[in-house]
């Protein structure tokens, strides 16, 4: 049995973003280009992105990127780790967890005009639970969403959503989508 993962359940439940407005072929556009800058900021981390190979589309989000870096001492400790939570059984790929600051953090990359903060706070709290679920000695204390734009103005924005009570929403979404699947739904 494969587990959940973290938007497959919010997506289920229905607390995820709305795109029903959205035609398909521009989500799926947004979707590719995400995928990229996700993947180009991951290489960069691990040291193996040659950065002429990255797309146009992307520029000026990765260029957000090295901006943020160079201007928060962004330290990073993992980038798309798998975290299985032990007790609630779902699996989540975090985009970064790392330092900002003196606190470590789980970053989320969002690559898209404007950012859903709602929806993100319930996608971080569940990274945060199992991240901290397996590193007890290790635990995160903040959780931020940083919009790297898709437009060339070079500003990341940082966007906190260390929410408690989001844990608690993501807990009972499990559950519902636990069910919904008993069910066959």
């Known amino acids: 049995m494969s587990l959940p993962s973290v938007t497959q359940i919010i997506r289920a439940v229905g607390l995820g973003p709305n795109y029903a407005e959205v035609p398909r072929e521009v989500l799926e556009h947004a979707r590719l280009r995400g995928q990229a800058l996700h993947r180009a900021i991951q290489f960069h981390h691990e040291g193996t992105l040659d950065v002429s190979s990255l797309h146009s589309e992307i520029q000026p989000g990765f260029q957000s990127y090295l901006d943020f870096l160079a201007g928060t ?7 798309e780790p798998e975290l299985i939570h032990p007790a609630w059984q779902y699996v989540g790929h975090p985009d970064r967890v790392g330092w900002l600051g003196k606190y470590r953090v789980i970053l989320d990359w969002k690559h898209v005009s404007s950012v859903d903060v709602q929806a993100g706070r319930l996608q971080l709290a569940a990274y945060r639970m ?5 590193h007890p000695t290790e635990p995160v204390s903040r959780c931020f969403l940083v919009h ?6 070079g500003k990341a924005r940082l966007h906190e959503v260390t929410d ?3 844990e608690q929403v993501f807990l009972a979404a499990l559950i519902v989508y636990r069910e919904l699947t008993r069910r066959g739904l």
């Open 164 to 166: 408690p009570g989001a």
């Open 130 to 134: 199992a991240w901290n679920a397996l």
């Open 148 to 153: 790297l734009p898709t437009n060339g103005d």
């Open 73 to 79: 001492g962004h330290r990073a400790i993992a980038s």
